[in-house]
């Protein structure tokens, strides 16, 4: 029998009974436990390792999860190395049950190099962390990965005010201090609890001790906040969980101190601190080591860049959005003699650079005006106020629509944040139904008449928003053209009629279809029709739609 296990460059599979009594034996399982199929077939695998030195400790975590696989649950893990070894030595273990011949149950026990489940581990860490920029469903995929493959429960938590979008930097790294920190004299952790993942042997009920979206203040003595403060992990224990969670709600929670090893792993990103992780092992587990502490800091980095990712999203989107709602507006006003209704809807992904206005002129007209700015998030937004509000100036100074595109390309031309942006701009006079109208590069406006015919209307081409230079100034011509009676005159941006499976123009003929479908209701029930109708096409980019109808 050999003092230790040798270092095994391939798993080593050993067939079992529920009970640990070794049914199957291969050569790969000989070299490593130093047994012949004789010797070992029969034996209780407790037994041959409590023979071996240091092996007493891996008896009792093999047999709960041999018991846990002959119930149906897959278990996996790392036990002692027996032989004396170092600190953060051990045998990767996973248990499967499977149906032998005879239909009885059996386990099948993989054994590993002590660097196989780890890598195993990151690797599906990489596949399925970060499938999105959306922060709870990222930090669910981080808890996912790591329960119960690494650890009996797991949670993430981050900064309250990352998530308050406070303007402040978040605490670097090792700084300590600071609002929000926490420990060495810093001031208490403020994180939010964003994921949390527990066996399935603890009682449901935990969910509902420890709910997602919890905000929580821990005091600088806490390991929590020594993590935060220190950027370093910090080992503990059940116990230490026990008195804080008492001494924060005054009350105790059942099984809690089945969790006896705990680690609070730093979530660092780009140099800052954006929270922690939280992995803790029960009872009949092995402690966490030193490999363990190892493979929980690359597991941490991993998910921290991605939790970077997903805060900064949050940000720049919820900036975009906040932006967007206050340029776009609300309300319109209809003349008398037209009706008016108007949808914006965001894009999913984030947001675009959409817009639209009715600027009320002298005689009961109006100034229409669409537009999109290439782009999303805060930089096409940005560029999208800039350009409405230079196009409301310039349309209630009564401009030719034509000339409203000319100043509009000239100002587009200093604005850095737009590359360019097409638009539509239209005065209608309601009394005569009559439309003057010059487009940059937009979509042509559709036209729904009350025979149940649809039509473009009138739009002559022209070049896009701040495409042309100095040398070679655009000219945008002016056309004229009579909105019939009873008909319907749509204006809308490319969201609602351009997707992967259809081009632009097969977009535009499903529109003047929906709008031929819907043309019964009011302008406001149109809308609906259309939208409801084009709803495959909505999410991917910005919808803007504006219908206007004489009455």
Same mark, same amino acid.
């Given at each position: 029998?050999?003092?230790?296990? +040798?270092? #095994?460059?391939?798993?080593?599979?050993?067939?079992?009974?529920?009970?640990?009594?070794?049914?199957?034996?291969?050569?790969?399982?000989?070299?490593?436990?130093?047994?012949?199929?004789? @010797? =070992?077939?029969?034996?209780?695998?407790?037994?041959?390792?409590?023979?071996?030195?240091?092996?007493?400790?891996? /008896?009792?975590?093999?047999?709960?999860?041999?018991?846990?696989?002959?119930?149906?649950?897959?278990?996996?893990?790392?036990?002692?190395?027996?032989?004396? /070894?170092?600190?953060?030595?051990?045998?990767?273990? =996973?248990?499967? +049950?499977?149906?032998?011949?005879?239909?009885?149950?059996?386990?099948?026990?993989?054994?590993?190099?002590?660097? !196989?489940?780890?890598?195993?581990?990151?690797?599906?860490?990489?596949?399925?962390?970060?499938?999105?920029?959306?922060?709870?469903?990222? !930090?669910?995929?981080?808890?996912?990965?790591?329960?119960?493959?690494?650890?009996?429960?797991?949670?993430?938590?981050?900064? @309250?005010?990352?998530?308050?979008?406070?303007?402040?930097?978040?605490?670097?790294?090792?700084?300590?201090?600071?609002?929000?920190?926490?420990?060495?004299?810093?001031?208490?952790?403020?994180?939010?609890?964003?994921?949390?993942?527990?066996?399935?042997?603890?009682?449901?009920?935990?969910?509902? $001790?420890?709910?997602?979206? $919890?905000? %929580?203040?821990?005091?600088?003595?806490?390991?929590?906040?020594?993590?935060? =403060?220190?950027?370093?992990?910090?080992?503990?224990?059940?116990?230490?969980? #026990?008195?804080?969670?008492?001494?924060?709600?005054?009350?105790?929670?059942?099984?809690?101190?089945?969790?006896?090893?705990?680690?609070?792993? +730093?979530?660092?990103?780009?140099?800052?601190?954006?929270?922690?992780?939280?992995?803790?092992?029960?009872?009949?587990?092995?402690?966490?080591?030193?490999?363990?502490?190892?493979?929980?800091?690359?597991? /941490?980095?991993?998910?921290?860049?991605?939790?970077?990712?997903?805060?900064?999203?949050?940000?720049?989107?919820?900036?975009?959005?906040?932006?967007?709602?206050?340029?776009?507006?609300?309300? %319109?006003?209809?003349?008398?003699?037209?009706?008016?209704?108007?949808?914006?809807?965001?894009?999913?992904?984030?947001?675009?650079?959409?817009?639209?206005?009715?600027?009320?002129?002298?005689?009961?007209?109006?100034?229409?005006?669409?537009?999109?700015?290439?782009?999303?998030?805060?930089?096409?937004?940005?560029?999208?106020?800039?350009?409405?509000?230079?196009?409301?100036?310039?349309?209630?100074?009564?401009?030719?629509? /034509?000339?409203?595109?000319?100043?509009?390309?000239?100002?587009?031309?200093?604005?850095?944040?737009?590359?360019?942006?097409?638009?539509?701009?239209?005065?209608?006079?309601?009394?005569?139904?009559?439309?003057?109208?010059?487009?940059?590069?937009?979509?042509?406006?559709?036209?729904?008449?009350?025979?149940?015919?649809?039509?473009?209307?009138?739009?002559?081409?022209?070049?896009?928003?701040?495409?042309?230079?100095?040398?070679?100034?655009?000219?945008?011509? #002016?056309?004229?053209?009579?909105?019939?009676?009873?008909?319907?005159?749509?204006?809308?941006?490319?969201?609602?009629?351009?997707?992967?499976?259809?081009?632009?123009?097969?977009? %535009? =003929?499903?529109?003047?279809?929906?709008?031929?479908?819907?043309?019964?209701?009011? +302008?406001?029930?149109?809308?609906?029709?259309?939208?409801?109708?084009?709803?495959? #096409?909505?999410?991917?980019?910005?919808?803007?739609?504006?219908?206007?109808?004489?009455?």
């Amino acid at each position: 029998m050999p003092e230790r296990l +040798p270092r #095994q460059a391939a798993p080593v599979t050993v067939l079992l009974t529920p009970d640990g009594r070794i049914t199957g034996w291969s050569e790969g399982a000989a070299r490593l436990f130093g047994r012949r199929a004789g @010797e =070992a077939v029969g034996v209780s695998l407790a037994d041959l390792l409590a023979g071996l030195p240091g092996g007493d400790g891996a /008896a009792e975590p093999l047999m709960g999860a041999l018991k846990r696989a002959a119930e149906g649950r897959p278990w996996s893990g790392v036990l002692p190395l027996p032989g004396g /070894a170092g600190a953060g030595d051990g045998l990767s273990v =996973a248990c499967e +049950p499977m149906t032998v011949e005879d239909g009885a149950t059996a386990v099948a026990l993989t054994v590993s190099p002590p660097w !196989a489940g780890g890598l195993e581990l990151l690797s599906e860490a990489g596949r399925r962390i970060g499938s999105t920029l959306e922060l709870h469903p990222t !930090a669910r995929e981080i808890v996912e990965v790591a329960v119960p493959r690494f650890a009996d429960a797991g949670a993430i938590y981050v900064l @309250e005010r990352l998530l308050a979008d406070d303007d402040r930097p978040a605490t670097e790294a090792g700084g300590g201090g600071g609002d929000g920190g926490g420990g060495d004299g810093g001031g208490p952790a403020v994180v939010r609890r964003l994921a949390v993942a527990f066996a399935e042997d603890d009682p449901r009920g935990w969910s509902r $001790e420890f709910p997602v979206n $919890e905000v %929580i203040v821990y005091p600088p003595s806490t390991p929590y906040a020594r993590c935060l =403060a220190t950027g370093r992990m910090v080992k503990f224990g059940g116990d230490t969980v #026990q008195r804080t969670l008492a001494h924060r709600t005054g009350r105790l929670i059942e099984g809690l101190l089945d969790h006896v090893s705990l680690l609070a792993v +730093p979530l660092v990103a780009r140099g800052r601190a954006l929270g922690f992780a939280v992995f803790s092992r029960k009872r009949g587990r092995l402690p966490f080591a030193a490999a363990d502490a190892a493979l929980a800091a690359e597991l /941490a980095a991993r998910a921290a860049t991605c939790i970077d990712n997903a805060c900064l999203y949050r940000r720049e989107h919820r900036t975009a959005t906040a932006l967007k709602s206050s340029l776009v507006p609300a309300a %319109i006003a209809a003349p008398p003699g037209l009706e008016i209704a108007h949808r914006y809807l965001p894009a999913r992904s984030g947001v675009g650079g959409d817009w639209y206005d009715v600027v009320p002129l002298s005689g009961g007209r109006i100034a229409v005006v669409i537009g999109d700015s290439v782009g999303h998030g805060v930089t096409a937004a940005a560029a999208m106020g800039q350009l409405r509000v230079a196009a409301h100036t310039l349309a209630s100074c009564e401009f030719r629509p /034509a000339e409203v595109l000319e100043r509009l390309d000239a100002i587009a031309q200093d604005l850095h944040a737009a590359q360019f942006a097409t638009c539509l701009c239209l005065v209608c006079d309601p009394a005569t139904r009559r439309c003057e109208v010059a487009c940059a590069g937009h979509p042509p406006p559709l036209l729904a008449l009350p025979d149940g015919t649809a039509r473009h209307f009138a739009a002559p081409r022209g070049l896009p928003l701040g495409v042309s230079d100095q040398a070679h100034p655009p000219e945008y011509e #002016q056309v004229t053209e009579t909105i019939p009676a009873g008909a319907t005159l749509a204006l809308y941006t490319d969201g609602l009629v351009e997707s992967r499976r259809r081009n632009v123009d097969e977009g %535009i =003929a499903r529109l003047a279809s929906a709008l031929v479908a819907s043309r019964s209701g009011t +302008p406001e029930e149109t809308a609906d029709g259309v939208l409801a109708l084009l709803s495959d #096409q909505r999410g991917r980019d910005d919808i803007a739609l504006l219908l206007i109808r004489p009455v």
